[in-house]
């Protein structure tokens, strides 16, 4: 396999593992499972990186992957324990798959409201959740009192909301 291929998977793989994690881990029943499907999803996408089409969707192909991963799992493991029927599998997969595509378009939209915020309110927000600072630490570097710092931050925490919930409202209409 080529180095830039190699380092293609590496950087999707990076970018992908916990959402593929999470996805496994919303199927099985215990932790311990999810970590067993899980390293073996890893080896399998490896072993079928060659197979992936480059520009198409990481994600998708990778919970496919999964999907069917689980799926044996679940069937070797039936005597053990009851689990979820395939059909039942196959619905929760779907949902797990739609809260995934609705996460990603609050995203979107979160950013995009973001982007649309005074720069003074960018600001704050930067301190308080990218730089993680206290409330307090924050209200001295812009010489206020926590109190006057934290009833900003709740005014821009319901910008943003408001923000997000009238872009998805737009986008679905």
Not at 121 to 139: E, F, H, N, P, R
Request: glycine fraction near 2%; aromatic fraction near 10%.
């Amino acid at each position: 396999m080529h180095q830039e291929r190699q380092s293609e998977f590496v950087r999707l793989f990076s970018e992908n593992q916990s959402s593929i994690y999470g996805y496994i881990y919303s199927l099985v029943p215990r932790a311990a499972d999810a970590e067993e499907v899980f390293g073996r999803v890893t080896v399998i996408l490896w072993e079928k990186w060659e197979h992936f089409e480059p520009d198409t969707n990481f994600r998708a192909w990778a919970r496919k992957i999964a999907y069917h991963v689980v799926l044996n799992y679940l069937k070797r493991h039936e005597r053990r324990e009851q689990h979820l029927s395939e059909a039942a599998l196959g619905c929760l997969a779907e949902e797990v798959d739609s809260d995934d595509q609705r996460h990603v378009q609050r995203l979107r939209a979160l950013a995009q409201c973001f982007d649309e915020l005074p720069a003074a309110q960018q600001k704050l927000v930067d301190l308080c959740y990218l730089a993680g600072s206290a409330i307090q630490s924050v209200a001295a570097k812009l010489g206020q009192t926590p109190a006057a710092t934290y009833k900003r931050l709740s005014r821009i925490r319901q910008i943003l909301h408001d923000c997000v919930e009238r872009k998805i409202s737009e986008e679905e209409a």
